[in-house]
Nanobody
Framework: QVQLVESGGGLVQAGGSLRLSCTCSGRTFSSYGLGWFRQAPGKEREFVAVISKTGGLILYKDSVKGRFTISRDNAKNTLYLQMNILKPEDTAVYYC?????????????????WGQGTQVTVSS
């Protein structure tokens, strides 16, 4: 049973920074494609950033490029999302996700495991 637990969300002013973490139980963390997704009220879940098993392939949503950085530490079974220059439109619940079969894909339905989510609120 794979469990993902996010942390690091909170309330921050526009222009501020947050670092999200996602710890993963299980011994095969390094074999998963991983991603961060977010969902704002009344909107569909959307991809934010994804990273391949080795970290060699990284993709970002256009609106977060240059501000967010995804990374993974396979030795610590942890996925990170460094978020800088935050904007009010970044406000959402952020989820980490893991895929056993796929790597580097941006479609939420292709991910097998999800965390419970962490709220990020950016005030203007």
């Amino acid at each position: 049973q794979v469990q993902l637990v996010e942390s690091g969300g909170g309330l921050v002013q526009a222009g501020g920074s947050l670092r999200l973490s996602c710890t993963c139980s299980g011994r095969t963390f390094s074999s998963y494609g991983l991603g961060w997704f977010r969902q704002a009220p009344g909107k569909e879940r959307e991809f934010v950033a994804v990273i391949s098993k080795t970290g060699g392939l990284i993709l970002y949503k256009d609106s977060v490029k240059g501000r967010f950085t995804i990374s993974r530490d396979n030795a610590k079974n942890t996925l990170y999302l460094q978020m800088n220059i935050l904007k009010p439109e970044d406000t959402a619940v952020y989820y980490c996700a893991a895929s056993e079969k796929y790597s580097g894909l941006v479609v939420p339905s292709l991910y097998d495991y999800w965390g419970q989510g962490t709220q990020v609120t950016v005030s203007s």
